[in-house]
């Protein structure tokens, strides 16, 4: 790919012209975590070095829209403001290819994720300081981007190289010319040093976790095991290991009296909520928490992947992070591969 070198001061130039052009977030270091905010707010750049502690799903899914109103000839879909967004790590960029596979493939695509898609541009970063929750490797990434992205940061001294990744990040660069220079062989070297020494640890780090057979395989064997029963007593059906989650992409509709006229809303649901899947006549196929719990796992892990060819668990480690009842996703799948 084509790779070009930018100091630190003209990147931050470079973010001053972008938000010129539409809204603008960037990833940043707030107390002790990464969080994305507007730049406005910021008014500076640091290399974020991990992933943010929010996914970047609310910038193309929202989780709340009105979609549609009645009775009315007009259509609920307004044309959105460009924006981009600078900090998406190659976990977020995972999660954003699994949810384009639902939203914009197949007969029926959403048009609101569509049109937030096409208005927005993804800058992504190498990670340098991975947590110790991070375990993208065994969903079989890397800690840095290989694709997804318009343009890919990786900090090197003095500045950052840049990676373009498509039409719409070699425009970025073109139009800016005048901030970017050639990256050297010496960039680049110290480009993959960096690479290797951050992947090496998030194996290491991940080795106890790592399945002796392929996702998929394990949970055929694995259905009736009494490991999801002991790992689901800490549970409390909150739904925040599935909010948090960069590749969750449920839904509710529901309608809403405004006035003389009627909306039609679309919000985040969660599969974890007893009444997720209750359908007519009051049937519900998984009307324990057990069984949510352990629906969760197969739908990243066997469904998704039979039906679009990859995980969608990016090992991003948030839903960890998140969890009241300190459930860790990789000992409940370290405990049922053991069976």
Same mark, same amino acid.
């Given at each position: 790919? @084509? ?10 130039? $470079? ?28 008014? =500076? ?9 929010? #996914? ?18 007009? !259509? ?30 197949? =007969? ?37 981007? !290989? ?9 090197? @001294? ?15 660069? =073109? ?6 220079? #050639?990256?050297?062989?010496?960039? $680049? ?10 992947? @090496? ?15 998929? !395989? ?18 409390? !059906? ?17 309608? @809403? ?27 519900? #196929? ?14 990243? $892990? ?38």
């Amino acid at each position: 790919m @084509e790779t070009h070198y930018v100091t630190e001061a003209d990147f931050v130039s $470079l973010l001053s012209r972008l938000e010129k052009q539409g809204d603008l977030y960037v990833a940043t270091h707030e107390d002790d975590k990464v969080a994305i905010k507007p730049f406005s707010e910021v008014g =500076d750049f640091t290399y974020p070095g991990v992933r943010a502690f929010q #996914p970047l799903k609310p910038l193309f899914f929202s989780m709340l829209e009105e979609v549609a109103e009645y009775p009315t000839e007009e !259509e609920a879909l307004r044309e959105s403001k460009p924006f981009a967004i600078i900090g998406a790590a190659s976990c977020d960029l995972r999660a954003i290819q699994a949810l384009d596979r639902v939203f914009l493939e197949g =007969d029926f695509k959403d048009p609101f994720y569509e049109e937030r898609r096409r208005k927005g541009l993804i800058v992504s970063f190498d990670c340098t300081d991975p947590l110790d929750t991070c375990f993208c490797v065994l969903m079989g990434l890397n800690p840095y981007p !290989e694709g997804g992205f318009d343009l890919n940061l990786t900090k090197v @001294e003095g500045g950052y190289i840049v990676e373009v990744g498509s039409d719409k990040g070699k425009k970025v660069v =073109d139009e800016n010319k005048s901030l970017f220079k #050639p990256a050297t062989e010496n960039h $680049l070297s110290q480009r993959q040093a960096i690479r290797s020494k951050v992947t @090496e640890t998030v194996e290491k780090q991940s080795k106890e976790f790592r399945p002796a057979a392929a996702w998929q !395989e394990i949970l055929a064997r694995a259905f009736d095991d009494s490991a999801w029963a002991r790992n689901v007593e800490t549970c409390v !059906e909150c739904a925040a290991c599935l909010f948090i989650c960069p590749t969750c992409q449920c839904f509710l509709l529901y309608d @809403e009296r405004a006035g003389d006229r009627y909306k039609r809303l679309k919000m985040w649901d969660a599969c974890a909520y007893r009444n997720f899947a209750k359908v007519a006549g009051g049937a519900n #196929p998984r009307p324990h928490l057990v069984e949510r719990f352990k629906h969760r796992y197969y739908h990243k $892990l066997d469904y998704f992947p039979k039906n679009y060819g990859f995980e969608a668990c990016t090992g991003c480690g948030r839903c960890i992070v998140a969890c009241p009842g300190k459930i860790d996703m990789r000992k409940v799948l370290k405990e049922v591969c053991k069976s």
